[in-house]
């Protein structure tokens, strides 16, 4: 059996005959608030629990309804439960800071709408190159199939980008809004009846048609 060489150091130590340099992990630092920051703030530990304000003359039950419908705590329900990387949040909080960005669309600023088809709009185009080259990956392999599916989702991406984009434009210039009157199209013959209170069937020719009776007697 073969055995590697060692030699030996200056200290005693053997050491093999290749060595690699071994990369030591570097170890961040917690932050630490400077004293011009003021005091420390302790942090509670975040709640589940969802508090339910009861108006006057409420009973428990319908607050308890009326508050799981608000569009808000449904929204930070979701968040709460899918959001693993964020760690553990505060019910309560998220349902503030939601019904604050409702607030301020409401009053007129969609500001954070904007901010979020901006980011929307590069996390797709990121998934479109991203999908694009696992599918060139997969055809040059020969995997067509995998490479046609890949490619089919690409492309299905590159269409919500572009919906995305359009979503933000109609956002910051939206259209003007005209109000026509009447309008009348058609490829063929059109008859059009502007007179009030009058039924289109008086006008029309079958109309004066009157139906034979087969119950009257014949007068010869």
Same mark, same amino acid.
């Given at each position: ?39 420390p703030v302790q942090s509670t530990p975040p709640s589940k629990a969802l508090t339910v304000h009861l108006e006057p003359g409420e009973a428990l039950e319908s607050a308890t309804a009326r508050t799981m419908l608000r569009p808000t705590v449904r929204a ?36 954070? *709408? ?8 590069? /996390? #797709?185009?990121? $998934? ?6 696992? +599918? =060139? ?16 989702? *690409? ?8 919906? /995305? #984009?359009?979503? $933000? ?6 259209? +003007? =809004? ?43």
């Open positions: 059996m073969r055995t590697a060489r060692r030699k030996m150091t200056a200290s005693g130590h053997r050491r093999s005959r290749a060595t690699q340099p071994v990369a030591t992990p570097v170890r961040t630092k917690a932050l630490v608030p400077s004293a011009a920051a003021g005091p930070a329900q979701m968040i709460a439960q899918f959001d693993h990387d964020a760690g553990e949040l505060d019910l309560n909080s998220l349902v503030t800071r939601l019904g604050e960005q409702v607030s301020a669309v409401q009053a007129g600023d969609l500001g954070r *709408a904007e901010e979020m088809l901006v980011a929307h709009a590069h /996390t #797709l185009d990121m $998934l479109f190159h991203l999908l694009v080259r696992r +599918s =060139v990956r997969n055809l040059d392999a020969g995997h067509a199939e995998a490479g046609d599916a890949y490619m089919r989702f *690409a492309l299905r991406t590159q269409s919500q980008c572009r919906a /995305t #984009l359009e979503t $933000l434009a109609v956002v910051k210039n939206p259209p +003007s =809004v005209s109000f026509v009157r009447q309008a009348n199209i058609a490829n063929g013959p059109q008859q059009v009846n502007n007179r009030r209170g009058v039924s289109p069937r008086l006008h029309s020719p079958r109309a004066k048609i009157r139906k034979p009776n087969y119950c009257e007697k014949r007068v010869q």
